[in-house]
């Protein structure tokens, strides 16, 4: 079971995820769409909403088909854009979940950091989690600054050459204080 914090966090994350797709589909729609001499825009391109106050000016005054047509093509989008965890990622995550890990903030400390990973390896032994998706599962209970790195370096720990181990060594790399590190 979710933990009220990893529940917020996850929610949190989807809703961005959308928001920010709903307005880049929607200034790539009324930019792509503004008719000639539309009195309350120019020809220049319009930029993208702050808020949903913004996105409310945005579509003052469009043309009901206009708006029409954005509406449908948001909604195209966005079903491209859910998130699509196959049953078995999902039945993975539920079952490391059930476990109550503890989350790793990102201290300089080897023994934290050596526990938590042993935790998580444990953890993946036990359920079975397969290599490819060690990383998408465990990567969820990092937090702190630990988190905010995961954010520079996800790029590279996608697609077939990413394994949990690769990912431990940069973590290991990252977080093990200078004076330890080979």
Request: proline share 5%.
């Amino acid at each position: 079971m979710l933990t009220e914090w990893r529940a917020k966090k996850l929610i949190h994350l989807e809703t961005n995820l959308l928001t920010n797709n709903v307005e880049s589909l929607l200034v790539q729609s009324v930019n792509q769409n503004l008719p000639v001499g539309t009195p309350r825009r120019s020809q220049e391109a319009v930029s993208a909403p702050r808020d949903s106050t913004n996105i409310k000016n945005l579509l003052d005054g469009l043309d009901p088909k206009l708006m029409a047509r954005i509406m449908t093509e948001i909604t195209k989008r966005l079903k491209e854009v859910e998130p699509k965890k196959s049953g078995s990622e999902t039945k993975f995550f539920d079952q490391v979940a059930k476990r109550n890990p503890k989350v790793y903030e990102g201290k300089e400390d080897p023994m934290i950091l050596e526990e938590w990973i042993g935790q998580m390896e444990k953890i993946f032994d036990v359920v079975e989690v397969p290599d490819n998706k060690r990383i998408n599962i465990g990567t969820f209970y990092l937090s702190g600054t630990a988190d905010m790195w995961w954010g520079t370096v996800r790029t590279t720990f996608q697609g077939p050459g990413a394994t949990w181990a690769s990912f431990t060594e940069a973590l290991r790399a990252k977080f093990y204080p200078m004076h330890m590190q080979k």
